[in-house]
């Protein structure tokens, strides 16, 4: 599959701006499975400097200023992604007893790498009810994709998904509570559960081809970012799970960036000068197959 994904991020303030500072992950990184062909960031006003780096997960990431003085700030990131293919499920695999205590112990390389993600986040960090919410789904000695999967389906029934009933900064314990959210809080409550178990995993930010309603059109600009958790199987690699429709994760996902939560990984933040004391925010996201390659 290629996919051409159009993410535009429109800012208005009440005063003008003198001056802003912000940084991007918006490129699509590269993985085993997907190749970002092209990615062309605009910024209107146009940015005084622009610099390219790639940060401590590897993900890249564009930092730009803007000086003013301006009410309006677009930035649109337009991106072609190539998916090679889906993830294989790994066939057997340890128990996630067995995960869990290679995790603790081994000195091997790879899990070393992987251990970085076993630990508490500012915006993710396990409690008693996380760890108690977990706990069904990995009862000893069961196969650890066959406890993620597990985990995956309970988190896809036991919530609704609810845009504007949680923020960036609600808490898993809040989550748990109200059984609402978006893909965020399912995100974060899978890691949250996986970190409190002692297996490693990270938040995932990126994108999902969605279609269009029975019998309608694809709404221009009515797609949106998307977020799930990635659990660590040693001997194997990452899985990609989305509890957020119960699935794993396939060739209709894009991956733009991974760390240990939205924190790390958000598409657009900064600091302005000035602005007054409000500000709109409007968000468009496409995300179009043009080309689809026969498997």
Sequence with gaps: M?????????????????RSRNEAHLRPRDTELQHCLSSELAVDPSPTCVAERTDFFGNPVASFAVDGPFRELTVTST??????????LPDGGPTWDQARDQLAGDLAPELLAAREFCFDSPLVTPSSPVRAYAEPSFPPDRPLVDAVADLTERIFHDFVYEPG???ITTPLEEVLDHRRGVCQDFAYLAVGCFHSIGLAARYVSGYLETSPPAGGE??????????WPSVFVPGSAW????????????QTYVT??????????SPLKGIVFGGGDSHTLEVAVDV????????
């Design 2 to 18: 290629i996919y051409r994904i159009v993410h535009r991020t429109s800012y208005r303030y009440s005063a003008p701006v003198t």
């Design 79 to 88: 991106s072609s992604v190539s998916v090679e293919g889906c993830q294989a």
């Design 165 to 167: 009933s949680t923020t």
């Design 218 to 227: 694809r709404r221009i600009g009515g797609d949106a970012s998307h977020a």
């Design 239 to 250: 899985l990609d799970v989305d509890p957020t429709n119960d699935k794993f994760v396939g």
């Design 256 to 265: 733009t960036a991974w760390g240990r939560d939205y924190a790390d990984v």
């Design 288 to 295: 179009t197959r043009t080309v689809a390659v026969d498997q």
